[in-house]
RNA sequence: AGGACCAUAGCUCAGUUGGUUAGAGCGCCACGUUGACAUCGUGGAGGUCGGCGGUUCAAAUCCGCCUGGUCCUACCA
């Protein structure tokens, strides 16, 4: 083995050699146990998120196909509608100057599969690079023909029960991308905006009851005043009472449109008065529902103002009667540019009473950054009522679980107030909507054309076209879980590996993802999707800044496990921002957080970092100081087996029938392995990585690594030690690492499979892959109490020594001559059995139990338990330091003291709190007592000097 | 406005049902190189557990209020 541990040279051999063999698909044996990945977009990169819930998952994968289970992690992409349909869009525009439109429909989507089929195996590539053990024989997409078969079985479906339907709605429609996108993809930004007061005269000569001939109304969005269909005020306003009924005049379009009685109206903001818009407003689209007022829209898909305005009656019906005349002035203005000259004309008719300044906030679409108008659209929904109710049931009657459960809350609070979902968009990338109108408009739903044709009864030569929507992606990814195994046909998959057992997924997809597979799953298989959610939170940076690109702070997996130089990253972070002026501050940043770049640190310590700092339901400030301490805990394992190797390859490691001798630091060792053994299993079923990577880690490093090995020393080099103890101690050193490795492999699989190929065959064990090994079972009976309190004694003797040492200024490696005093028959078996260990761990020259007849020579001393460690002042102590450090010792000892006397001297302590609680104090009073006596007695001897 | 979560060492975080001398890693200080490892070893310093109040014999832990932070939902005519 190299002297350093080198990742990058074992990592993709080990990767490329278990895909070969056909490590990852289920064994066919066992309980299942599947997870379905959250499909990535096809065309991502692999971010900090996904590495992290990659980790997650392949560690239970790994860590249940070693327990045997029948295992399943399904793999996949998805197409991702916008996002892909944007990127290529982009794309195509820069290299052939061409938009979508120029290439037509059937053109662009060839393209966009050329991608997909270009660059859809670069996430993939990375997702191999982090030891992801998915099963790639059922790699599955989200647009592939069986998925297309599943999404069109249950789009026809719903419809056929009446809960898809199509209609005349308000939307969120994006005026870039020109599709409606789902209250989920807007994102609500504060603005500083402008409110501007208008007056409306009334007509007919009516008048207000202060006298006014005119009505004032508020509004940010002066441009929707074209649509205005009515003013509202409320009706228990007395100051409008008499108005309710009467008409106003709509400034610059002449329209009379009525004032009316509505609860949305507030008395106490502003006039009092509010128009209503409702073909621009969600708020007022309800108004106009409840006050039957007609909805004109005056917007065109660029959200431009429209020559002549359309409109409709709540139902989407055309409304012929009224007059669609616009001012000519507006027509195909911008809402912006509407906006700034409606206000103006206004103020030129003497209309405009009050400007404030005021902050609000303004939806944006999450993809295009366009803001978002509410537009009246021809749009498909689902309605999602009966849908939800199943889907909350089995949440309440725990068939799913969240983990954490504060996260069931927010569910619930979001699936009792559900809209319809439009599932409908104006984009070409996606699952087309299996849909068929005639010349007429009249729709044909079914599963092709020719089914509709058949199942409508049309005749041949009736013209059909397909509706030119795609299905929102989310509608297809709701189907993964069954979708993947086969569903609509009955398979065998999906019999074994349906319902999945756990999904592991961020809360931020809770709503877009989670909520709808619960519905339609059920809905369609009448099982849930997975037993239970693992919500895990969002990696941040170092500084809890979210990560993005135009910050400039983005973390890439890839580079922390290869490393990366200063300048490739600085280029990387400062390379294609959307605002140049930032790079020379993001540059700046790098270089003083990076200076020397980023080394490389391997698969596995990543992956330990992202297991240690894994708590549930809680942001992650990602912190480079552990990336560096866990790679530095890989080589620590990787020197230890060195270790191992050196002195037990070649070597009789007690598999024959020879007699076996085991030490107390064998048997110590053993017990502790049992306890890990447990303490890493418990906290895996807990979802609790950070204490199962936490255990592994302290028994790794503190016990096996800083004790064990160096117990073993002195039996392995001591040429008096006998064949047996050698031979028991070489077995030992090589059946625990080997469990260490075992237990460590789902959480670091690459260094543990490498290592294991060479110590297995010393504890003999046979296999060809560690991948497939049983998980290390804890077995009771060799947990050796005795053995476990000899060693904290071995221990705290040794210490005591290296303690005196570093205080008393003694170099370490001089050899001492040590004595025990106040042994008891404990005392003396111990120091009998350690004897050649205490000499060795505490260099020292002799050590031997005082005799007690005799006065005890001038000393420093130390105390474990009731028995005192002295080390002979001799010449090489300090009078004086060996005072301070007494002096500190009792010290410490007396606040202790005093502590527990006030709490003894308590009656209502003694009177009230468990007897076993008060014993335990006592005798916690005593053992401190006793030490504070001796540490006196020695500081008067020294002092008397 | 409503709700959720968080606040423990300089930094990143553990701390299970109230009873521990409140822990780990990194960083810091001192010392240390022959025999796995300087990506290391040994020893050490560092915390009134955000603040106030309450419950209790006993509070980092339970309750209330406050402050600060993150996020979600809603509203903003």
């Known amino acids: 083995m190299d002297k350093t541990y080198q990742p990058e040279q074992i990592e993709s051999r080990w990767y490329e050699r278990w895909e070969a063999d056909n490590r990852f698909a289920p064994s066919g044996q066992g309980e299942p146990y599947s997870i379905m990945i959250p499909p990535p977009n096809v065309t991502g990169s692999l971010h900090m998120g996904h590495a992290f819930q990659d980790t997650i998952m392949d560690t239970l994968i790994r860590w249940r196909r070693m327990q045997g289970r029948n295992t399943l992690w399904q793999v996949g992409t998805d197409h991702a509608g916008i996002a892909t349909q944007m990127l290529v869009e982009r794309k195509v525009a820069a290299e052939e100057g061409k938009s979508r439109h120029d290439l037509g429909r059937e053109t662009f989507i060839d393209k966009v ?4 089929h270009e660059s859809g195996d670069h996430i993939t590539r990375q997702l191999r690079r982090m030891g992801a053990s998915v099963d790639w024989s059922r790699e599955r997409f989200t647009m592939d023909d069986g998925f297309y078969k599943a999404v069109q079985e249950v789009f026809v479906r719903l419809h056929e029960e009446d809960l898809i339907y199509r209609g005349k709605r308000l939307v969120n429609w994006d005026p870039t991308l020109h599709t409606a996108i789902s209250d989920l993809e807007v994102e609500n930004r504060d603005q500083q905006g402008q409110f501007w007061h208008f007056r409306y005269p009334l007509t007919d000569g009516v008048k207000t009851e202060a006298g006014h001939d005119h009505l004032v109304v508020a509004t940010t969005r002066p441009e929707t005043l074209l649509g205005d269909t009515g003013v509202a005020v409320n009706p228990e306003d007395p100051r409008y009472a008499s108005l309710v009924g009467k008409f106003v005049e709509l400034p610059l379009v002449g329209r009379r449109i009525p004032i009316v009685a509505d609860e949305h109206a507030d008395m106490d903001k502003g006039s009092g008065c509010v128009k209503v818009t409702p073909a621009h407003d969600f708020n007022d689209y309800e108004v106009g529902r409840r006050q039957d007022l007609p909805l004109i829209n005056v917007f065109t898909q ?3 103002i429209l020559e002549r305005a359309e409109a409709f009656d709540i139902q989407g019906r055309p409304l012929p009667d009224i007059d669609p005349t616009l001012p000519e002035a507006y027509a195909g203005l911008d809402r912006f540019e509407a906006r700034k000259r409606i206000v103006a004309d206004m103020e030129a008719a003497g209309l405009l009473e009050q400007v404030e300044t005021v902050s609000n906030t303004l939806p944006y679409g999450d993809r295009s950054g366009d803001v978002i108008e509410p537009l009246l659209t021809d749009q498909w929904f689902v309605a999602v009522e009966s849908l939800a109710k199943p889907a909350i049931e089995a949440v309440e009657k725990g068939d799913i679980q969240f983990v954490p459960k504060n996260y069931e809350n927010m569910y619930f609070s979001w699936m009792r107030d559900l809209q319809d979902w439009c599932i409908s968009r104006q984009l ?19 599963r092709s054309e020719a089914e509709a044709r058949d199942k409508y009864g049309l005749p041949e030569d009736l013209e059909l076209a397909q509706d030119e929507d795609v299905l929102d992606t989310w509608f297809s990814s709701g189907l993964w879980t069954f ?6 046909e009955h398979t065998e998959e999906l019999a074994t590996f349906h319902p999945s057992s756990v999904l592991v997924t961020g809360f931020d997809i809770i709503f877009f993802w989670v909520a709808r597979m619960i519905m339609l799953t059920c809905k369609f298989t009448g099982e849930v999707p997975f037993k239970q959610v693992y919500v895990h939170g969002l990696i941040r940076d170092g500084q809890g800044q979210k990560m993005s690109k135009s910050k400039g702070n983005v973390l890439d997996p890839i580079d922390l496990i290869d490393g990366i130089d200063l300048d490739s990253l600085v280029e990387k972070r400062t390379g294609s921002l959307m605002q140049p002026q930032k790079a020379q501050a993001i540059a700046k940043a790098t270089r003083a957080e990076f200076p020397e770049g980023i080394e490389p640190h391997g698969t596995d310590a990543l992956r330990f970092t992202f297991l240690s700092q894994a708590t549930t339901g809680r942001d992650i400030k990602f912190d480079m100081g552990r990336l560096d301490g866990y790679r530095n805990f890989c080589n620590k394992l990787w020197n230890a087996s060195r270790y191992v190797l050196m002195n037990a390859e070649g070597q009789d490691t007690g598999l024959g029938d020879a007699p076996v001798e085991l030490s107390l630091a064998d048997r110590w060792i053993v017990s502790r392995l049992q306890q890990t053994e447990a303490q890493v299993t418990r906290a895996m079923e807990e979802f609790r990585f950070d204490h199962a990577s936490q255990a592994l880690y302290e028994f790794v490093w503190n016990e096996y690594c800083d004790w064990y090995l160096e117990l073993s020393k002195p039996v392995l080099w001591d040429d008096n030690a006998s064949a047996e103890a050698k031979r028991g101690t070489r077995r030992t050193l090589v059946r625990v690492l080997e469990a260490i490795l075992r237990l460590a ?15 297995a065959p010393l504890a003999g064990v046979e296999g060809e892959s560690i991948m497939v090994q049983p998980w290390p079972q804890a077995e009771d009976d060799k947990i050796d109490a005795t053995a476990t309190h000899d060693i904290e004694w071995l221990k705290g003797v040794i210490v005591a020594v290296r303690n005196i040492r570093a205080e008393m200024n003694i170099a370490p490696g001089k050899p001492l001559d040590v004595h025990l005093a106040k042994c008891d028959q404990e005392d003396l078996r111990r120091y009998i059995q350690n ?7 505490a ?6 139990p005082l005799d007690e007849s005799k006065e005890a020579p001038l000393s420093a001393t130390q105390l474990v338990g009731d028995m005192e460690v002295l080390v002979p002042m001799a010449d090489l102590i300090d009078k004086e330091a060996e005072l301070q450090r007494l002096a500190k010792e009792i010290d410490k000892q007396e606040k202790l003291i005093g502590g527990i006397e006030k709490k003894l ?10 007897e076993a609680v008060v014993e335990k104090e006592r005798g916690k009073l005593q053992e401190y007592q006793a030490a504070r006596n001796l540490l006196v007695e020695q500081r008067d001897k020294i002092a008397a000097l």
Do not use: C
């Open 835 to 841: 004897h050649r260990f205490l000499m060795k761990l």
């Open 428 to 446: 070409w990338w996606g699952h087309r909507i299996p849909a068929w109108y005639d010349a007429e408009g009249n729709v044909f739903v079914a």
């Open 113 to 116: 599969w050329e991608w997909k």
């Open 745 to 759: 492999h789902p959480m670091m699989p690459y260094i543990s499979e490498e290592i294991w190929q060479r110590v």
């Open 905 to 914: 001297g308590n009656e209502n302590f003694v009177a009230k709190a468990p």
């Open 483 to 488: 979708g993947t195994l086969g569903w609509p």
């Open 302 to 304: 660029d959200a431009a």
């Open 843 to 848: 260099k020292l020259n002799s050590i031997a």
